[in-house]
């Protein structure tokens, strides 16, 4: 079993819907949980971290946490075109730095 | 401040060739990574270096050996080619490696194609 599951999509949705991206995970020890974003050919940007359950809003995007369910999603609202690239979300465990991410989800929003 | 940046853009090697993916940062960040990134795989972590004189193992480092020539750089180096190893490999730093405050930054990657 993947220590992190995430669906690679693709997703495609019109310009102002709400968006969806989920991860499993199996590793209790994960600590820190983030989503990056991946423009095409260019590399990952942290988009957002938390690391505790529950919910983290940064304008049009919300991160939620369940650690008993062992389950992370990130929300876009009101979705941009300039939202399209892949979002991968990563998880940090004990051992600091070093990070396990998922294998991303490919999203388009089209006008 | 140009972040991170990476050597060659793009690559191509036959099976058997040697080569050394260069990375530097200037952020005066003292963790650096490398990754490889496939499709379906996500990122995953080939080697990194805490600090300036140390380097440790990630999850696929068979293949690969790495110099943490300075502070500011972190190369990467394939002795002998296969086509196992055709990926997009990134670079990336972060001031030190402790904790998810401190942000993972990214390079733009090379695409190295081994035929």
């Known amino acids: 079993q993947k220590e992190v599951e995430q669906d690679p999509g693709p997703l495609s949705v019109p310009e102002g819907a709400i968006v969806s991206l989920n991860c499993t995970y199996s590793?209790?020890?994960?600590?820190?949980f983030m989503w990056y974003r991946q423009y095409s050919r260019k590399g990952p940007e942290l988009l957002m971290y938390?690391?505790?359950?529950g919910n983290k809003e940064d304008g049009r995007f919300t991160a939620q946490v369940d650690k008993s369910s062992k389950y992370i999603s990130l929300f876009i609202r009101d979705s941009q075109p300039s939202d399209s690239a892949t979002y991968l979300c990563?998880?940090?465990?004990?051992?600091?730095?070093?990070?396990?991410f998922g294998q991303g989800t490919i999203l388009t929003v089209h006008p | 401040n140009a972040g991170v940046t990476q050597t060659p853009k793009f690559q191509v090697l036959k099976t058997g060739q040697s080569m050394t993916l260069q990375c530097a940062q200037d952020?005066?960040?003292?963790?650096m990574y490398w990754y490889r990134q496939d499709p379906g795989m996500g990122l995953r972590l080939i080697y990194y270096?805490?600090?300036?004189?140390?380097?440790d193992k990630g999850e696929v480092p068979n293949g690969y050996n790495v110099s943490r020539l300075n502070k500011r750089e972190f190369s990467l180096r394939l002795e002998s080619a296969a086509p196992s190893q055709t990926s997009v490999y990134f670079c990336?730093?972060?001031?030190?490696?402790?904790?998810?405050?401190?942000?993972?930054?990214f390079g733009p990657g090379t695409r190295l194609l081994v035929l």
């Open positions: 990336a730093s972060s001031l030190i490696s402790g904790g998810a405050q401190e942000t993972q930054y």
């Open positions: 590793n209790s020890a994960f600590q820190y």
């Open positions: 938390t690391y505790s359950s």
């Open positions: 990563a998880y940090e465990g004990t051992s600091y730095g070093k990070l396990t």
């Open positions: 952020m005066n960040h003292n963790s």
């Open positions: 270096s805490a600090s300036e004189g140390t380097t």
